[in-house]
């Protein structure tokens, strides 16, 4: 597309793509004298003054003032109609393709250098979020996984679950079966012979059972599927597994 009037892209106090009035008229041939044909038809579209145009004042080295209005597209497509001859159309559907072209152009724009960073931080956060989310799921599945464990050996053993088992199950290093009893007769669960107190007994934590190896008949301390979860809670509150909760034990 040629270019029969010019298009300024430069922002000049605040509007952007505009058309320099002088050669809008001088391209439409009028008859009339500048200044006069611009207020006519400032004032035939109802043209306001910061919004449609501004005006502009140019100082000369004689000291000669010049002013020129600088009018949007859209100002300028309704002054070429108005002015009803071939030049006059011929200007306004230039205009109406210039439109077209910056709507195009402003489609596939890059974005700014403040753009491109507010872009990319924007992604660094995503990417930060969904790290969080990853890793807080991570935890949840590393604080359930011995519940699940223990929760299999359980329904697999209706008599309940061993001591050892359950210490296993918890995977805590350097804290074993006998560390275990160890840790329990010093916060009173079980008495000095390993034997449950009467207290978690009643609250159906732990319980006493009859076993037999051989001609050796004797009776075990195990947990409760009601007592997993109160150990697994004694165990974290007491400092040996995760964060310890004060005033707890």
Known sequence: MNELIRINKEEVQGLKDTVNARELHEFTESKSQFNNWIKRRLDDTMAENGNDYI?????????????????????????????????????????????????????????????????????LEENDRQRNIITQ??????????????????????TGIDIGDFVRSLGIKNFGRNKMFKHMREHKLIAKNNKPLQKMINEGYLKSIIVSKGKFTGSKTVITPKGVEFMITFLKNTGIMGRCLPNCF
């Open 55 to 123: 005006v502009v004042k140019f100082d000369d080295d004689r000291r000669f003032s010049n002013i020129d209005y600088f009018i949007t597209l859209d100002l300028a497509k309704e002054i070429s109609m108005l002015e009803r001859n071939d030049k006059g159309r011929e200007a306004r559907k230039y205009f109406i393709e210039c439109e077209k072209k910056l709507k195009e152009t402003l489609q596939y724009t890059l974005p700014t250098h403040a753009e491109a960073l507010r872009l990319y931080a924007d992604k």
């Open 137 to 158: 799921q991570q935890e949840t599945l590393i604080e359930y996984e011995p519940k699940v464990e223990i929760h299999d050996s359980i329904m697999n053993n209706s």
